[in-house]
């Protein structure tokens, strides 16, 4: 975070040469690291509000997921020195998501006060549409990142020409296709192991 703080005020701003960060840049930065700190605590923050347990996998996987979305993304610039490296992260992201969906229908059938009773062929099309809407939430946070000069949804080349047409939007349906790919592939696998186990999303 100091990182960013730092080279944010000493970054120029406009057009740059080639493969040299802008102010814009080091804010989304900045940014994503606070959100990071933020959602960091979130996981343990809700177990306490909703006495309940996070399965100890699910938070170390969490936690793997955010290093290489903040730290080797955005600081170490893996998103622009690793070929496919955000679409990577989106495929996994909905398979976490996916995973997390399972736990909440768990978390429901260990609550008393809630009577739920669903078909796995349900409980993975929950999982599936949970992490898919997650991922649509995202993408309207990168929209709004966008609207205060930052090119989260790839909408402009780095020489700063905005993109036209189908592939104006090619980045944020990508991203959408992958986090349900993730998704869905989780849900199948969810969906085969409850049949086989209902305690199995415990």
Known sequence: M????????????????????TKADYSLMLMQCVLGVVVLFLPSLISRKMKFV??????????????????????????????????????????????????????????????LSMSPIFVALFACSFAVLLGVFWEFYEFAADSFGMNMQKTMLEDGTMLQGHAAVADTMGDLFVDFLGAFVISIVGYFSIRKNKKWMQ
Request: glycine share 8%; charged share 5%; net charge negative.
């Open 2 to 21: 100091v990182y960013a703080v730092v080279n944010l005020i000493s970054a120029p701003s406009g057009n740059v040469p080639e493969g040299e960060q």
């Open 54 to 115: 996070i399965p100890n996998a699910m938070y170390i996987v969490f936690i793997v997921f955010l290093y290489c979305a903040i730290y080797l993304g955005e600081v170490q610039s893996f998103y622009y020195l690793i070929p496919n490296w955000d679409t990577i992260l989106h495929t996994f992201s909905g398979a976490m998501l996916g995973g997390l969906g399972f736990s909440i229908v768990s978390l429901l059938n260990n609550n008393e006060r809630v009577t």
